[in-house]
């Protein structure tokens, strides 16, 4: 490797000799030649980590308005092939050192990726410019406030084909009935337990069996669900450190932990009226009929209960998300493939999930089910009719053009979060010793 970077030095020398040298590290791209096909294609690679038909629908009509160039995919898991214990960090790893080595493939899908990583190590291009340059997309369709969550310190690494929104539901008939207010728009996880402890109790009232705020969710998921909008508090992937040996987390742990033991939330499955709240991922504009209105019959859309000056609106998974490695020879031709999915042509591709990254697909998407819901053609799973009030559709909407919260938690500092916590809530650990698991493993993964 030393070799390697000596001779790039001289020729580098050699080449000021002659003309200006310009930038380092565009130099760098710019003496990689093209790989092309005996056709004269220019070959352009994409890494996943197993196959993906939205990706493969995609590539035979990408091929196909672009003939000029020859996507190759690359997938580490061949098409049937289960995930075996520890292949997925194999996986990871091998993409980190072909990263490191300027030698991974040009375009990177990173779901499940450490990005964050990448992007700090200037290993993945930014894309703010090529977007704005871009000629065949229109910024005024596109769902800016997805792109704009991605950005990293003004800079625009990834982009995805589609998104899932977590959204956070209430029982609006009862909570109109308890007469108790909620200011969703600021209320911490704090006041969230208050306002629950308040609704369970009115709802065991003139005899009536009690509810609970959530049913069906386990102690650690409620845990990192609080641990979402707070994950910067705990884990500095600048530092390459971490903190949840500390007294706020400990705090947390117990706050959960004594929600559970006095019936607030339970883990226990129940009937679907037995809740007052819930939260589930909609990956559709159906979603937002088809989960909610299973629950209640009055689903109100609220912003979920966040740390202060955190967003609590719905937050953003990415299926899906690409990236261009910084030193690749075809950065033109890459940028080509990842504006063709953010195209109609692609949006429109049965292969893909998630809402659309185009608004006016989930606009019209709404308008549809607005329709039918209007002739009383929109069935439930249970094979009732929808009741949805017109209302519901422009809230509907507002959802998903007002989502803003993207959290890039690592799903490793997770698996050991919900590897270690259950000993917590089981009992069979105080929330110190398990805290202190958690930071000595958070810790050495952080450094490896």
């Not at 306002?195 to 003139?206: N, P």
């Not at 998300?321 to 890459?334: C, H």
Request: hydrophobic share 40%; proline share 3%; glycine share 4%.
């Amino acid at each position: 490797m030393k070799n390697k970077w000596i001779e790039v030095a001289i020729s580098c020398v050699c080449l000021m000799m002659i003309t200006a040298c310009g930038t380092g590290g565009d130099r760098d791209n710019d003496k990689k030649e093209k790989s092309s096909t005996k056709e004269g294609k220019v070959i352009v690679t994409l890494s996943i980590s197993e196959p993906e038909p939205f990706y493969e629908a995609a590539e035979r009509k990408f091929e196909a308005k672009y003939p000029h160039i020859d996507l190759q995919i690359k997938s580490f898991k061949k098409p049937g092939e289960k995930w075996e214990a520890g292949e997925m960090d194999k996986y990871k790893k091998s993409i980190d050192v072909a990263m490191l080595a300027g030698t991974s493939a040009d375009l990177i899908e990173l779901s499940g990726l450490p990005a964050a990583k990448y992007v700090s190590k200037k290993l993945l291009l930014d894309l703010n410019e090529k977007l704005k340059q871009d000629q065949t997309l229109s910024q005024q369709d596109l769902q800016m406030n997805i792109v704009d969550a991605l950005k990293k310190d003004g800079g625009l690494y990834t982009l995805p084909a589609s998104f899932s929104l977590r959204t956070f539901v209430g029982d609006e008939a009862f909570l109109l009935q308890s007469g108790v207010t909620i200011d969703d728009e600021n209320w911490t996880w704090q006041q969230f337990e208050q306002t629950a402890r308040k609704l369970v109790e009115l709802s065991g009232q003139d005899g009536k069996e009690p509810r609970y705020a959530l049913t069906a969710q386990p102690a650690d998921l409620t845990l990192v669900e609080q641990l979402f909008d707070r994950y910067s508090q705990f884990v500095n992937r600048k530092n390459q450190t971490a903190s949840f040996d500390s007294p706020v987390f400990i705090d947390m742990m117990e706050q959960v932990q004594q929600m559970y033991k006095d019936k607030v939330i339970t883990d226990e499955s129940t009937t679907e009226s037995s809740q007052l709240f819930y939260s589930d991922i909609l990956a559709s504009a159906d979603d937002f009929i088809k989960i909610p209105y299973m629950y209640f019959s009055q689903p109100k859309f609220l912003q979920k209960p966040h740390a202060k000056g955190e967003t609590g609106k719905a937050r953003i998974i990415l299926p899906l998300e690409l990236g261009i490695q910084a030193k690749s020879a075809v950065k033109e031709e890459a940028w080509t493939f990842i504006a063709f999915l953010l195209s109609e042509d692609a949006q429109l591709l049965s292969e893909r999930d998630g809402f659309s990254m185009l608004r006016s697909l989930n606009d019209k998407k709404l308008e549809d089910m607005k329709a039918q819901v209007k002739k009383g053609a929109y069935k439930l799973a249970d094979g009732k009719v929808a009741q949805v009030a017109e209302k519901q559709f422009d809230q509907f909407k507002t959802v998903i053009n007002t989502a803003d919260n993207l959290q890039e938690l690592d799903a490793k500092v997770l698996s050991i979060i919900y590897t270690e916590a259950p000993f917590f809530f089981s009992g069979h650990k105080s929330a110190k010793e398990v805290a202190q698991l958690i930071q000595n493993r958070v810790n050495t993964y952080l450094k490896e």
